[in-house]
């Protein structure tokens, strides 16, 4: 039974809502990781399910990236495990041979944005409170390759550099502008719209588009596959240094003063 993903059916056949549900802001703690993993695994195996429309349960909040919590003050064995399971995710929703859109409803920082970043098409409701992007540098760490590749592959090479070395969280309309989210709409029509283009997606056939999505995704899937263990190495190393263990407390610090 899971507690922080709550999976329901769509109003359309084939179609399945995925909603994330970790008060207080949706951070992908190891918990929320495993279960979103094991939810992907159940609708990837469900051949009734053709499309995933991804969003959060309550409007504010699309997801607040990794747990900090997770990265900071614990021991390498433990920084292991949840990279481990970090790459997991990715590596689930980016090779789903499902259609996958994400209904962006709220904050969508980093992890976050990595999240939306692996789906087929992105809408966004038109929030100015609401933002999008890798902003990793503002933290003083770094966006691992394969976070780079997926903006990437979505954005291109320029933009994907700009917003990444700056840490740029977007605005909706900025975020449609740069082409990190395809669509922008009306936060009440935000449901409906994701609905409307996952109905678009479907009418495809299934095997011509999923052969073609692998196709476009293998490369950069190959990437991570083929130096899983020395990706997370490198996490543990870099995660356990004072500094950046630092630059991670500070930040977390000035989110807990921002409501004192
Ligand atoms: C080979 C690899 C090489 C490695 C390089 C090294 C490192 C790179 C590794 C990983 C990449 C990192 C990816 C990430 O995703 S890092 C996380 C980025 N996330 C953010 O920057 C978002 C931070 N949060 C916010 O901006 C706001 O909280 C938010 C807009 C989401 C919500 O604002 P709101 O005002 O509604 O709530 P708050 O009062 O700010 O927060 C409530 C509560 O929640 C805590 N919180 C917030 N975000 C997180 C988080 N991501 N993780 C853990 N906890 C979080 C916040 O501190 C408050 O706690 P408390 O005061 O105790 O109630």
Redesign the pocket.
Known sequence: MSHRVLVEAGPAAGVAVLKFRNP??N??SLEMLMELVISLEKLENDKAVRGIVITAENP??FL??????E?CGRNPAHYAKYWEAVQELWLRLYQSSKVLVAAING?C????CLASLTCDYRVMADNPKYTIGL??T??G????FW?KDTLVNTVGHRAAEQALQLGTLFPPAKALQVGIVDQVVPEEQLQSAALSVMAQWLAIPDHARQLTKTMMRKPTVDQLVKQREA?IQ??VG??SQDS?QRALQT??QK??Q??G
Do not use: C
Request: charged share 15%; no cysteine.
């Open positions: 207080p802001v951070a992908l504010g909040i607040a990236g990794l747990d900090l919590t990265m904050a920082p980093a992890g976050g902003n990793e503002q933290l760490i770094i966006a691992p976070f990706d490198s996490f870099l995660i950046i930040y977390l989110l807990r921002k409501k």
